[in-house]
């Protein structure tokens, strides 16, 4: 243990995230700001002796260790977004009403119907022994999927806290099965039996008010997969006091994402009457490559009426044709919300 490792535990895991205005500041987001939402303590291992047990219906179970990951396989780069699955919790909270939660290529005979599970055995979590999700098997299996094991992050090894010395990658699906410090992959027949994949992460239906009433939709609600087409107003931040310039003009700045697969982001309009008339943003060419799993970051010129109480909407489209809407369902662990943002300020005439 050295004297720069911070303990976090099963009562007090790691868990924060950075001001939206912080964020939008780059493109590529430095490791030392990005969000961390844990559900248990940080393990800390070696590179040197950690590996990632293969097991499960696969013709050859494998153990491989990191420099075999390194070393013995192609190397594969993509440029994603990782999002939280209570991304804009907090929104819905305000907007709609309480939901629980803190605020914010194997061979196989046949992959039809199988799942690949990930799972972290190293530390105990909140509400099981082990941390584990899993996704369809198809979706790791396609070649346009772009779903990794990654031993770093721009360009330097994984952090600590974000699953060094490997974790999962699966670009356009909740963050929430990106298992970091993955030491096992089983593919089976079925779903992760963890916790985390069985009664958290869905969306319930609105009849599901509180934990007695949501027992029976545990069981029949499908686990989330891809995050829903969404973007955030960074700049002004929320009920900031604005100075508009000589001619009544205000800077707004957010980012936006697509959703799932259907990237990438193609359009993004702002209102700040109601959403009665709304303007083209425009959006950054940074990461102009394969942007299909990225966010976009954009900027507008916008002349708000001066006074208090004033909004700011946004809302964004993307290649597969989804568009936000004005409100999505409200859940009870305010999971996937993406309604048109409204960032409230009040804005002054410059003398």
Not at 23 to 32: I, K, N, Q, R, Y
């Amino acid at each position: 243990m050295t004297s720069t490792q911070v303990e976090y535990s099963v009562d007090k895991p790691l868990n924060r995230e950075p001001p939206a205005k912080q964020l939008v500041a780059s493109f590529l987001t430095p490791a030392d700001i990005s969000y961390d939402r844990n559900h248990g303590p940080i393990p800390h291992l070696s590179a040197d002796s950690h590996k990632v047990h293969i097991d499960g219906l696969v013709s050859t179970p494998l153990s491989l260790s990191i420099q075999q990951l390194a070393n013995e396989f192609p190397q594969h780069e993509v440029v994603c977004a990782l999002e939280c699955a209570g991304n804009r919790r907090h929104t819905m909270r305000t907007m709609l009403k309480e939901v629980q939660g803190i605020d914010w290529g194997m061979r196989l005979e046949d992959e039809k119907g199988l799942h690949v599970e990930f799972s972290c055995y190293q530390v105990k979590c909140q509400e099981d022994e082990w941390f584990g999700a899993s996704v369809p098997l198809e979706r790791c299996l396609r070649e346009d999927g772009d779903a990794i094991l990654a031993l770093q992050v721009n360009d330097a090894p994984l952090p600590v806290n974000h699953g060094y010395p490997v974790r999962v990658i699966l670009p356009g699906i909740v963050g929430a099965r990106w298992v970091k410090w993955l030491d096992r992959i089983t593919v089976s027949d079925h779903e992760s039996p963890n916790f985390y994949q069985q009664h958290d992460y869905k969306v319930l239906p609105p009849s599901a008010v509180d934990q007695e009433s949501a027992q029976p939709f545990w069981a029949q609600t499908p686990p989330m997969s891809d995050m829903p087409i969404n973007s955030v107003v960074a700049v002004p931040e929320d009920n900031a006091t604005v100075a508009l310039s000589s001619s009544g003009v205000m800077e707004v700045k957010g980012y936006a994402v697509p959703h799932g697969a259907d990237g990438p982001v193609t359009r993004v309009q702002v209102s700040v009457d109601g959403g009665r008339t709304w303007i083209d943003a425009k959006i950054d060419e940074a990461g102009q490559g394969n942007r299909r799993w990225c966010w976009v970051l954009w900027t507008a010129a916008v002349c708000p009426e001066v006074g208090t109480g004033r909004e700011v909407l946004s809302r964004a489209f993307d290649a597969g044709g989804n568009v936000q809407v004005e409100h999505s369902q409200w859940n009870l662990r305010g999971v996937g919300y993406n309604g048109v943002r409204a960032q409230s300020f009040m804005a002054r005439q410059t003398l």
